[in-house]
């Protein structure tokens, strides 16, 4: 039996193999551990920030000083999308403090700064590009993908600029973009964009705004940058969430209705096409918003049960923390 089992452990440990490869009955349970390590491996699940004092009581410790913040996020979820670098690259001794506070499986995912997605064409931008890459890179295997949101008006007569750009992007860092002007979404437009990311493995970022669909016009939203994008949308408002993969990874934005209870259906068909990813051995990074940011984490925690409910994947690092500090606030 140990000759046996020396040869199954040997095989490739893909999520694929470990579902199909012939495993002796002896090996059954290191045969579950292993297909969950792997899967967990592949799916990080974040909020859009770490730094909302609105969590402390309830997603942080009672008491958690802002300081503190980054370190007891990390210790809960296992990625985040890094919205802070769209204004300002990280000082390097900024970027070693993310390196202290964090284990060594947790992934930024940094958004590139407007200075070269927000200020014309990219190419023009290429060197502030890369300089923010080289500042960033000493992140190491903490650095996920990087994310390119380009505005509404960067439309699809710039895809020629998009391919330059892409050209010259260094091919070890991992890059996902999202495309915000509604001509990407007609058809030879999306097959062309589409046709560009994969000749790359790059990712087109999905980004899911039907759960709050109709709050347009409603208060919580006002001033608000989901006001804006549901604006943006209206010529289309029937638009659809496009999942379709260019990427070794997928990239999702998930943008929750602040009832909890009207996020289900969609949360139940997210978690659906994720495990089908896994089962792939695609990675997945999954980034929960909400117009209410008290319930981001509680979005991430669902998605998470409910691919588990599907997988055997390992538990969040949140379900390893003591429950006592972990009671589900109240307006869930």
Known sequence: MRDELGRWQGSMLSPQVLQVYPVPPACYNLRD?????????????????WSFKGWVGSFYPE?????????????????????????????????????????????????????????GKLEVHLDEARQFLDAMSML????????????????????TDLQTFLESWPRQADLAVEVRHLGWFDASHHSALN?????????????????????????????????RLLEARQRKPDLPVLPERTAPFVFLRYIGHPQMEQNVPFLDEWAEFLAEQLQ?????????????????????????????????????????????????????
């Open 140 to 159: 190491a295997t903490r650095l996920g993908p990087l994310f390119l949101q380009l505005p509404p008006s960067y439309s699809p007569a710039l895809l």
């Open 280 to 332: 792939e051995g695609i990675t997945a990074y999954v980034f929960c918003h909400c117009p209410d940011e008290r319930l981001d984490p509680w979005l991430c925690r669902a998605i998470h049960q409910r691919v588990a409910a599907r997988l055997p994947i390992s538990p969040l690092p949140w379900d390893e923390v003591d429950s006592s500090q972990e009671e589900q606030p109240r307006l869930l």
């Open 33 to 49: 551990r292993l297909i969950s390590v792997v899967i967990a491996m592949s799916l990080y699940l974040g909020c859009p920030i």
């Open 195 to 227: 046709a560009l990311l994969a000749e790359y493995e790059f990712a087109r970022v999905v980004i899911d705004t039907r759960p709050i669909r109709d709050l347009r016009g409603d208060k919580i939203l006002q001033g608000s940058v989901y006001q």
């Open 63 to 119: 008491g958690t000083k802002p300081a503190d913040f980054l370190r007891e996020y990390a210790r809960r979820l296992n990625t985040v999308e890094g919205n802070t670098t769209f204004y300002a690259t990280p000082a390097p001794e900024k970027a070693e403090r993310w390196i202290k506070e964090t284990p060594d499986t947790f992934r930024f995912c940094l958004k590139v700064p407007r200075i070269v997605s927000h200020a």
